[in-house]
């Protein structure tokens, strides 16, 4: 019944940046935690970040601190990844994930109750 749609990926130079959007539809959008994780080819998947309903706190992996923002726009039902001074080694599908009932997304991602599809980002040497 939730759909969650991820865009903005693409291929950039290392150093470069990219803005991923998530768009919410069909639920209650303002009581979900929302995270992003990643997975590159061959590999398991890893959490990346995480917001919780309100956006007044979040996490980072460690490999991602510094260099990545999350955000979210309750307004339009959309959560954001900025990312910044992106190296080859974040080439990965990245997805976005809804936890609802103002429950917190964990590192493993077991208790999230809705995924994107994904969308790919290279960063390209």
């Known amino acids: 019944q939730v759909l969650l749609v991820e865009s903005g990926g693409g291929l950039v130079q290392a150093g470069g940046s990219l803005r991923l959007s998530c768009a919410a539809s069909g639920g209650t959008f303002s009581s979900y935690s929302m995270g992003w994780f990643r997975q590159a080819s061959g590999k398991e998947r890893e959490f990346v970040a995480t917001i919780n309903w309100s956006g007044d706190t979040t996490d980072y992996a460690d490999s991602v601190k510094g260099r990545f923002t999350i955000s979210r726009d309750n307004a339009k039902n959309t959560v954001y990844l900025q990312m910044n001074s992106l190296k080859p080694e974040d080439t990965a599908v990245f997805s976005c994930?809804?936890?609802?009932?103002?429950?917190?997304?964990?590192?493993?991602?077991?208790?999230?109750?809705?995924w994107g599809q994904g969308t790919q980002v290279t960063g390209s040497s």
């Open positions: 994930a809804a936890r609802r009932r103002f429950k917190v997304v964990t590192v493993g991602g077991g208790g999230c109750d809705y």
